[in-house]
């Protein structure tokens, strides 16, 4: 099984649909993050989880919903997107999000989304 | 101002050349930096991280590290076609984690 998965890995909605995307990593991680990836933009460090605690959130618009049941799952429920919310979401995890800063973080393959 | 940026590119080299690739960051108090490789369509991987000043090497990679001028660099030896790809750099504040724009890559056969 591979690090990081995430499902699904392409996902079109309309903007009054609710649908979840998925995050599994088998790297035996405590942190895990939500990134959300638009064209010609920086990596946009959206949620931080750290040992199944929500320790970030970016000023997320609340139609962005994770979830965290326990240190190997990560959700991310939407609602009500709009199509400017149409990018590739990544999801990643580390050992833990060390205040050191020496957090190495491995990326799933992403869930292209598009929002009509 | 942002917090790292790179040159969007596209650089291009020819095969088996050095490819060098900066990056600058904003936080002096940045600890820890990464450079990873996305291919179109995929996902960011870990090429190399660094957290002291000087030069990490890892196979044709080097990084380099100047945090008196607050600066990363990635050193691709011998370039193959195969190393075509967007590269990003990373910073990590210990509290913040913040990436480049990325820059594109071609290596030209």
């Known amino acids: 099984e591979t690090g990081v998965t995430q499902t699904p890995r392409h996902l079109v909605m309309g903007m009054t649909n609710k649908k979840s995307l998925k995050c599994e990593q088998h790297l035996g991680h405590n942190a895990m993050y939500w990134y959300k990836q638009s064209a010609k933009k920086p990596l946009e460090l959206m949620f931080v989880?750290?040992?199944?605690?929500?320790?970030e959130n970016n000023s997320v618009p609340s139609r962005f919903s994770p979830e965290c049941p326990n240190s190997s799952h990560l959700f991310l429920h939407l609602h009500t997107l709009q199509p400017e919310d149409s990018a590739l979401y990544l999801c990643?995890?580390?050992?833990?999000?060390?205040?050191?800063?020496?957090?190495?973080?491995?990326f799933g393959p992403g869930t292209r989304l598009l929002v009509l | 101002q942002k917090e790292v940026e790179q040159n969007s590119g596209p650089l291009s080299v020819p095969e088996g050349a050095i490819a060098s690739l900066n990056c600058t960051y904003s936080?002096?108090?940045?600890?820890?930096f990464f450079w990873y490789r996305q291919y179109s369509g995929k996902s960011p991987e870990l090429i190399m991280f660094?957290?002291?000043?000087g030069d990490k090497e890892d196979g044709r990679f080097t990084a380099q590290l100047n945090k008196a001028s607050q600066y990363v660099s990635l050193l691709i030896r011998d370039s193959q076609p195969s190393d075509s790809a967007t590269y990003l750099c990373a910073v990590s504040t210990g509290n913040q984690f913040y990436f480049g724009t990325g820059t594109s890559l071609t290596v030209i056969p």
């Open positions: 660094i957290y002291s000043n």
């Open positions: 990643a995890s580390s050992q833990e999000r060390a205040s050191s800063g020496q957090e190495t973080q491995y």
């Open positions: 989880y750290n040992f199944k605690e929500q320790t």
């Open positions: 936080d002096r108090g940045s600890q820890s």
